[in-house]
């Protein structure tokens, strides 16, 4: 099965999502492809700005890690550093703003050095982020991250409070498939949160 699913690497529940997506490839053929999507963008109240387009030496929340990520995918190494990326920001809680954690992380991918340092100073390098966010909420509305795409071209944004392991994975994997993939008439389904007790 192959679908998309917009990220962004600050967000934890992107984290569970892998997590998820992992566990279940791990069973059975996955094909997801990751594509860029800034909150950093989504929530800048700037008239006209961007992420992409914003100087170089402007430090933008973000953009380093997807920047990395891609320069990860030209060497065809995009799954592996993604992962590591995920796992740095959300079990080693680093910042993915650093330089030094993204070298550090590269390194540990078996990214060659010289060219990932190349593509990181390719002023073309933003123009994957800047495509597969406007075609994020130009084609499919995205507004948040997960937000999952199907081969059937339906589109869900998915928060795990958890992710179950081996065949629990397998099951919620398939639940989310029937309703965010196969059910057009549910449009959201959100818990409410109990109140904590005085």
């Given at each position: ?71 990860a995918r030209r060497q ?53 982020l800047a495509r597969d ?66």
């Amino acid at each position: 099965m192959e679908f998309e699913v917009y990220y962004d690497y600050s967000c934890p529940f992107v984290y569970r999502a892998s997590l998820l997506l992992a566990s279940v490839a791990a069973r059975r053929p996955l094909d997801v492809r990751w594509r860029y999507f800034s909150l950093t963008q989504v929530n800048s109240k700037e008239e006209g700005w961007t992420v992409w387009d914003a100087p170089t030496a402007e430090k933008v929340r973000g953009r380093l890690a997807f920047m990395a990520a891609e320069a990860a995918r030209r060497q065809n190494r995009f799954d592996l550093f993604h992962a590591a990326l995920l796992r740095a920001r959300h079990e080693g809680r680093l910042n993915l703003d650093d330089v030094e954690v993204i070298d550090v992380v590269a390194e540990e991918s078996g990214l060659d050095a010289d060219r990932f340092h190349r593509d990181l100073a390719d002023p073309t390098i933003v123009a994957a982020l800047a495509r597969d966010h406007t075609n994020a909420i130009a084609v499919h509305g995205v507004f948040g991250t997960p937000t999952f795409v199907f081969p059937n071209g339906a589109s869900a944004y998915i928060r795990l409070a958890e992710v179950p392991r081996a065949d629990g994975a397998l099951q919620l994997f398939d639940s989310l498939l029937a309703i965010a993939a196969d059910e057009p008439r549910v449009l959201e389904i959100k818990r409410p949160v109990k109140p904590s007790p005085v």
